[in-house]
């Protein structure tokens, strides 16, 4: 069982950055693939970002390669998403997951709550 917690968003200019935290516990969290998604109410639940459960390998959904840096700290039980030249079409609910090294939300076994990102123009 892995329990996931989000922080980190907020309301930013265009151009901005932000740091998306993603809190875990359980003792099984190094074991897992690690993801974040994002949802636009009333859209399908769009894959950002995943990291596998040792950090060497990482994959990027094409509209954020080069301004997005997933990473994770096993020790810490901390997965982050690095969010920076950031545009108002990133605007969503952003959440973690825990589960198998893909893009579909359905491998995934856990998930956060999830936290607001707000982009202006």
């Known amino acids: 069982q892995v329990q996931l917690v989000e922080s980190g968003g907020g309301l930013v200019q265009a151009g901005g950055s932000l740091r998306l935290s993603c809190a875990a516990s359980?003792?099984?969290?190094?074991?897992?693939?690690m993801a974040w998604f994002r949802q636009v109410l009333g859209n399908e639940r769009e894959f950002v970002a995943a990291i596998s459960w040792s950090g060497s390998s990482t994959h990027y959904t094409d509209s954020v390669k080069g301004r997005f840096t997933i990473s994770r700290d096993n020790a810490k039980k901390m997965v982050y998403l690095q969010m920076n030249s950031l545009k108002p079409e990133d605007t969503a609910v952003y959440a973690c997951?825990?589960?198998?090294?893909?893009?579909?939300?359905?491998?995934?076994?856990?998930w956060g709550q999830g936290t607001q990102v707000t982009v202006s123009s």
């Open positions: 359980g003792r099984t969290f190094s074991s897992y693939a």
């Open positions: 997951a825990a589960g198998a090294l893909t893009t579909a939300p359905s491998t995934y076994n856990y």
